[in-house]
């Protein structure tokens, strides 16, 4: 199956930024856009509510602006994550200014919901659904979602504990439409290995951290370039869910990350724009076990540049491999 419109630009890189909580803001997305490739936010980063409209307007104009300045050059789409688990109680306000500014793609999380899939088709606009298994895949797609994003082992933030190889295998075996793999992307040879295993486009989050249009703390950034994924820890303690984090920012919190306790899954709480959580978020850092490919801090349009390189040269190299063996 060709891919949407919205997803088969002339990206400079394959890649689709993944939506980071807190730390994705309007200028990191408009900066991911206007590097080539596909920025994405979640909605629940716009605090309060009211400020998710303007953060739209000003992605959309600062595009536009750079696009009529510089029509040479491809400015990609963007996205917004809506979490739709049961205590976002900003998920109906958030899906309506969504849907009054016809965002062209948006990416779900935790649990998929059909009717926020029809309200996104309503104004032409596609849904992404976060899957961490072949299950979670076939039921996002059975409710209306038009493409997966696979979430792999070694994914920053919440992530599953499958292998890509196996996850985007299983689910190619039955869905031919737009698949995106998650999961220690932080290279350009990462992000061709990728296709090569079946996706349409890698989710890359972790090396936009430690950019300079990013949010993150300088602290947090000097601490994703100095870790490798020996320093990634997998926990359920912070949000209820599964997910990766710097060792370094659970030992500046007291923490033993050798010896986490056990979360209870009804912890997950992204009530009032997930405002309780916000804390963990802040002190106990996300990062993926591709960090150990992020080796200086820059602007997103020198992380672009790099990927791009190492892509290239990575299919140069695999394709002069494949024809010595021809």
């Known amino acids: 199956m060709a891919l949407p419109s919205v997803l088969a630009g002339p990206l400079t890189v394959p890649v689709l930024a993944s939506p980071m909580f807190i730390y994705s803001g309007p200028e990191l997305v408009a900066a991911q856009c206007q590097a080539g490739v596909i920025g994405a936010f979640p909605a629940l980063n716009a605090r309060p509510q009211s400020l998710l409209g303007e953060w739209l307007d000003q992605i959309t104009e600062s595009?536009?602006?750079?696009?009529?300045?510089n029509p040479d050059r491809y400015v990609a789409p963007f996205a917004v994550n809506q979490i739709v688990h049961r205590s976002n109680d900003r998920l109906e306000q958030d899906l309506a200014t969504v849907?009054?500014?016809?965002?062209?793609?948006?990416?779900?999380?935790?649990?998929?919901?059909?009717?926020?899939?029809?309200?996104?088709?309503?104004?032409?606009?596609?849904?992404l659904h976060d899957v961490i298994n072949n299950r979670f895949a076939r039921k996002a797609i059975e409710k209306?979602?038009?493409?997966l994003v696979a979430v792999a082992a070694g994914a920053g933030g919440h992530a599953g504990t499958q292998s890509p190889f196996a996850l985007l295998r299983e689910i190619r075996e039955w869905f031919d439409g737009p698949l995106l793999l998650s999961g220690a992307i932080a290279h350009g040879r990462s992000v061709l290995a990728a296709q090569a295993a079946g996706a349409d486009l890698a989710y890359v989050?972790?090396?936009?951290?430690?950019?300079?249009?990013?949010?993150?703390t300088p602290e947090y950034k000097q601490m994703i370039v100095d870790s490798s994924a020996d320093d990634i820890v997998y926990s359920n303690l912070f949000t209820g869910i599964h997910?990766?984090?710097?060792?370094?920012?659970?030992?500046?919190?007291?923490?033993?990350?050798?010896?986490?306790?056990?979360?209870d899954p009804s912890a997950m709480?992204?009530?009032?724009?997930?405002a309780n959580d916000s804390k963990a978020w802040r002190d106990i850092w996300g990062a993926g076990q591709g960090v150990g490919a992020v080796r200086s801090t820059g602007t997103v349009r020198d992380l672009v540049d790099r990927l791009r390189g190492e892509y290239d040269e990575a299919l140069d190299a695999l394709t002069a491999g494949v024809a010595a063996l021809r």
């Open 63 to 69: 595009n536009a602006a750079y696009a009529a300045a």
């Open 99 to 127: 849907v009054e500014h016809e965002v062209p793609i948006v990416i779900t999380s935790l649990g998929a919901r059909e009717e926020v899939n029809e309200a996104v088709h309503s104004y032409g606009g596609i849904v």
């Open 144 to 147: 209306g979602a038009d493409g």
């Open 205 to 216: 989050g972790s090396a936009f951290l430690a950019t300079e249009e990013s949010r993150a």
């Open 243 to 263: 997910g990766n984090y710097l060792r370094g920012s659970i030992e500046a919190a007291g923490l033993d990350p050798d010896n986490l306790p056990e979360s």
């Open 269 to 274: 709480d992204f009530g009032s724009g997930g």
